[in-house]
């Protein structure tokens, strides 16, 4: 069996930069996939609050309607009343007995322009949410058609993405294999302890990328000389100076544009 070629150091750090723009490319993948649902979750969350509250109006509506009702035949019921003590004032022995019957017929009276006032106020009530319906029916019509389309665009994004995911994947496995396995999983438990998942970053003015630490001039040097691998003292990111990281940057760029 052919013995592995030895990386030089320089090629060791090419490789590991590689390796985090790839990785770097899978994360603003899944970052991308990851809001498009949340939109989605939150454009439904919208839409099924619009429609409980058209059906909580309609409910409200249907409450009113039977309340018309119920005056309705309380005036009925006052009316048949009124002419019941018409006929009885007619057959009084005494005004005792006539002035009874005359305050229950005021009293009816009140009790039909009472409830006629009620009907009146409930009619205006009714316009009134009738109209908030129409309203709210025309906001869940636009959010819903938002909805359709956030929809159509995740399941784009979604088929478009996971191809390219799967064979990023396969890549970062595969550019993995290039370097030694010690510097492999160094790379992998720096890359899951910082913030970004950024395990190998370049010298970006006078510091480490991402980080507001200088790095020191003579640091500075050695790093740009590619004779050996160099971590930031505050962060624990391998270092690589900005020319590699360009050049690495349009190589990958070229790979990423194939996908």
């Excluded at 930069?17 to 991308?32: A, F, G, K, P, T």
Aim: no cysteine.
């Amino acid at each position: 069996m052919a013995k592995k070629k030895e990386l030089t150091i320089e090629e060791k750090l090419r490789a590991l930069y590689d390796l985090q723009l790839i990785d770097s490319r899978v994360d603003e993948i899944r970052n991308v996939r990851g809001e498009l649902p949340l939109e989605v979750r939150d454009l439904e969350d919208e839409v099924e609050g619009f429609k409980l509250r058209v059906q909580k109006l309609q409910d409200n509506l249907t409450d009113i309607d039977d309340q018309i009702k119920a005056k309705k035949i309380l005036i009925e019921e006052a009316k048949t009343l009124i002419k019941k003590y018409n006929e009885q004032q007619k057959n009084v022995r005494n005004n005792r007995e006539f002035n009874s019957l005359a305050k229950e017929i005021e009293f009816q009276e009140l009790e039909i322009q009472l409830a006629e006032k009620h009907i009146k106020e409930y009619r205006a009530q009714i316009e009134q949410k009738k109209e908030v319906i129409e309203g709210t029916k025309e906001r869940l019509k636009d959010r819903e058609e938002h909805l359709n389309h956030k929809k159509k665009d995740l399941d784009a994004i979604l088929a478009e993405t996971e191809k390219e995911e799967e064979v990023l994947l396969n890549k970062s496995e595969e550019y993995k294999t290039k370097i030694e396995q010690r510097l492999a999983k160094a790379y992998t438990k720096i890359r899951t302890s910082v913030k970004n998942g950024l395990a190998v970053v370049p010298i970006e003015r006078g510091a480490s990328g991402g980080s507001y630490f200088t790095i020191p001039p003579q640091v500075q040097v050695e790093i740009a000389s590619r004779k050996k691998i160099i971590t930031d003292e505050h962060s624990g990111r391998i270092l690589v100076d900005a020319a590699l990281a360009d050049e690495q940057k349009a190589k990958m760029e070229k790979l990423f544009s194939t996908m």
